[in-house]
């Protein structure tokens, strides 16, 4: 028997070995390239009562895609063995995620008779890191970063044991032979004495610890001394953006954020991701540099055993448990260390120099991190959630697909994953963050070389983004002579839609509606889009509409500065020259700006609903300088919450065949208020509904009722609510990204589907 999936490093073989202790079998069980193979040999009866009982005997971890079964002559076998592992040909197994510690592995850390006390290391075959630390297929000990660790003999026989839960667990450590932790100076000098502790006692004083972590390192410090975060925001360069905290539990966050069931939830899954939050009211004043003017919070629970040791620590050291469940007072700052726009730090001699003006000591460990992972992200509203990063406790899980020939696609430029089509799954790759620092290339090439050996994929076609100054563009027209592979460009916006469709399995030869709304994508006639109503049918993709397009005063500048946006919005609706200076005159250019719209220089259109967000933001007085992307946005989405007003369907145009959204009439409304939350509610309430009704005429003209919603405007929550809700009014069924975030994380899976389709 073969058993495909997720079915490597999860106790499958242990569990097998139990199974077949309960009838008289012989046989074997072993891992390979392609999965688990089993062979079994005995009475017909035993056989059959062996596989009726298997379902209920797969470890909680285990995700069996495919079984095959077969008959063959008897070997002759004595006893049921696991045996060594074998090469295969690859695309059947994969690999599990790194999860946080189980519940009794962190029993057996918090008790001081165990003889994995504190030991930062400490996982079985229920938890523990997985991708993070294995380079190929099959999963075993000599393919991880732990084969250079020798076990001891007590770790020894806990491995080879099958009733033992640590049975091939392959990182399995203990204190005595596995990894260890080291502080160190910003020279690298070992700091005397207990790692923890220390680390525990600079923290509390105020200092900033980097703590190599399970994909890479982080910047720690204490969420309760504004003097330390704001010192970390000067060293980081990062002066609004927000910061994610660590706390101990749900209920340490009570006064500071409101937590849904489904944000507690996803705050304790064993994945760890990043839960961003409604805040508290008063949370600015109370954490005045944690998230300012976004009325959010990203909140995360320890992912490792280091991790939960920190609290542990600061606690006083607990014997047991049941200090896991009281609120805890320590909150630490949780970010990655890095300068921004840099990639991940995964190495100890790396740390050692690049992060010497961003933290004061290094909490370091000798494990190495084959695969850098960053944090996933999930924002929360109540019922509804959506992914903004997929990463660490996330990949490399794949989507199911149709069993087609193998792709390669390169993603986007911003928020890069790439994805391979192996088989029957969609491999789409942890967060691999934006392509434009100089070390991007190798990250990215990394990346590639492990998901091909991963999957075992031979590549016969690579797709890309079609701006053709992408880096990842670039990368995929070499990787395409170097495979011999058909290099296929795909449209930014076309690709959004697609994913959407990949993950619900969409028929290729089934059109449907698609709103693409974000900040930026290169469009087909070389212009600035990002307002896109598309009709799909697998590879083939038509524009039926767009939204009246601004002027980008300055190009890609007016993404970083809304008051220009306002600027624009304002010259939209026939305001002169001088007016638009003298109402925008505390920034300085406010008056060449106005005279480059009046004469129409340096002014690209776009039909970007991002950039429209930001002409809203600044004209509302929300944000008028943007310190990092979507900035204005977020703010605005704060202040929309609250009572709105009913849509009023004079304030916005549209053409008669659906050609164009004209919002004018909104944004003219919007120029003469005088208060933030009138123009946030009236700005959505508006949006949601227009967008709505272009859709249901579009639909009505197209004869389909389904319509894929995607790129990164989606993740405003308040808005998407709204708009499902119209859209559903009008007879329309809204499909949303579900696994993979509807921002460019999302676009190689999109690109990968439309080149596996296209020719059909």
Request: hydrophobic content about 45%.
């Amino acid at each position: 028997m073969r058993l495909a999936g997720g079915v490597q490093g999860v106790g499958l073989r242990p569990a097998i070995w139990r199974l077949s202790q309960r009838w008289p079998l012989a046989g074997w069980v072993r891992n390979d390239g392609d999965g688990a193979c089993i062979e079994l040999e005995g009475a017909r009866a035993d056989l059959h009562a062996w596989l009726a009982a298997l379902p209920a005997a797969l470890p909680p971890l285990a995700q069996v895609d495919h079984a095959e079964l077969s008959v063959q002559p008897c070997q002759g076998e004595t006893g049921f063995a696991v045996i060594d592992s074998q090469p295969g040909a690859g695309g059947g197994a994969r690999l599990p995620p790194d999860l946080a510690p189980c519940p009794a592995c962190l029993a057996e850390l918090f008790d001081p008779s165990n003889r994995r006390w504190r030991h930062p290391f400490i996982n079985c075959t229920d938890c523990g890191p997985r991708f993070s630390v294995s380079r190929r297929l099959p999963y075993d000990r000599a393919h991880t970063s732990l084969a250079g660790f020798a076990l001891c003999a007590d770790c020894a026989g806990e491995y080879r044991q099958p009733a033992d839960r640590r049975f091939h667990a392959e990182p399995i450590a203990c204190p005595h032979c596995g990894p260890r932790l080291s502080l160190c100076d910003l020279n690298g000098s070992p700091v005397a004495g207990d790692a923890l502790s220390h680390t525990v006692a600079l923290l509390r004083a105020g200092q900033i610890v980097a703590i190599k972590g399970v994909g890479g390192f982080h910047l720690l410090c204490d969420a309760d001394q504004p003097q330390a975060v704001a010192m970390l925001r000067a060293r980081k360069r990062r002066p609004a953006k927000p910061l994610a905290v660590m706390a101990l539990n749900a209920d340490s966050l009570a006064d500071v954020a409101d937590i849904a069931p489904l944000a507690a939830r996803w705050l304790n899954d064993p994945s760890r991701p990043v839960v961003l939050s409604p805040a508290r009211a008063g949370l600015d004043a109370l954490w005045p540099g944690i998230a300012p003017g976004v009325g959010r919070v990203g909140a995360v629970l320890p992912m490792s055993p280091l991790h939960y040791l920190l609290f542990h620590e600061a606690a006083g050291r607990p014997s047991g448990v049941d200090w896991l469940t009281q609120p805890h007072p320590l909150r630490l700052v949780f970010t990655s260390a890095n300068l921004s726009g840099a990639p991940l730090i995964t190495d100890n001699g790396q740390a050692l120099r690049d992060l010497a003006g961003l933290a004061d000591f290094i909490l370091l460990h000798d494990r190495e991190i084959v695969a850098r992972c960053d944090d996933s992200v999930l924002a929360v509203r109540g019922a509804r959630q959506v992914w903004v990063r997929r990463a660490r406790g996330r990949t490399p899980t794949p989507l199911a697909a149709a069993p087609g020939e193998p792709v390669l696609a390169l993603g986007a430029q911003l928020k890069n994953t790439l994805t391979v089509a192996s088989g029957s799954g969609w491999h789409t790759s942890q967060h691999l963050g934006d392509l434009d620092h100089p070390d991007s290339w190798d990250v990215l090439e990394d990346a590639v070389r492990h998901w091909l050996t991963l999957t075992g994929a031979q590549p016969t076609r690579i797709a890309h983004d079609r701006h053709p100054d992408a880096l990842s563009s670039r990368l995929a027209a070499e990787l395409a002579l170097r495979f011999d592979a058909e290099l296929i460009p795909v449209q930014h916006h076309h690709a959004h839609l697609a994913a959407v469709l990949a993950e619900h399995h969409w028929p290729a030869d089934q059109p449907v509606l698609g709103l693409a709304l974000d900040g930026f994508g290169l469009g087909d006639d070389g212009g600035a889009w990002g307002g896109e109503l598309l009709r799909v049918r697998g590879a083939d993709c038509q524009r039926l509409g767009r939204l009246r397009p601004l002027a980008l005063p300055g190009g890609d500048i007016a993404a970083r500065q809304p008051w220009r946006m306002a600027a624009s919005a304002l010259a939209a609706l026939g305001h002169r020259e001088a007016d638009i200076a003298a109402r925008l005159a505390a920034h300085p250019g406010a008056a060449a700006v106005a005279a480059m719209l009046a004469r129409g220089v340096n002014c690209p259109p776009t039909s970007s609903l991002g950039r429209a967000f930001d002409a809203v933001a600044a004209l509302a007085g929300v944000c008028a300088e943007q310190s990092y992307e979507s900035e204005a946005a977020q703010k605005l989405e704060a202040h929309a919450q609250g009572p709105w007003p009913a849509p009023d369907p004079a304030l916005w145009r549209l053409a008669d065949d659906a050609s164009e959204l004209d919002l004018r009439p909104l944004l003219a409304c919007i120029s003469t208020l005088n208060d933030v939350h009138a123009s946030a509610a009236l700005w959505h309430a508006n949006l949601a509904a227009a967008l709505a009704h272009w859709a249901h005429a579009a639909g009505q003209r197209q004869g389909v009722r389904h319509i894929a919603l995607a790129g990164g405007v989606c993740l405003n929550l308040t808005l998407l609510d709204a708009l499902c809700a119209q859209l559903t009014a009008a007879g329309l069924t809204p499909l949303l990204a579900i696994e993979l975030p509807p921002n460019d994380g999302g676009v190689s899976l999109g690109q990968a589907w439309v080149a596996r389709h296209l020719g059909r």
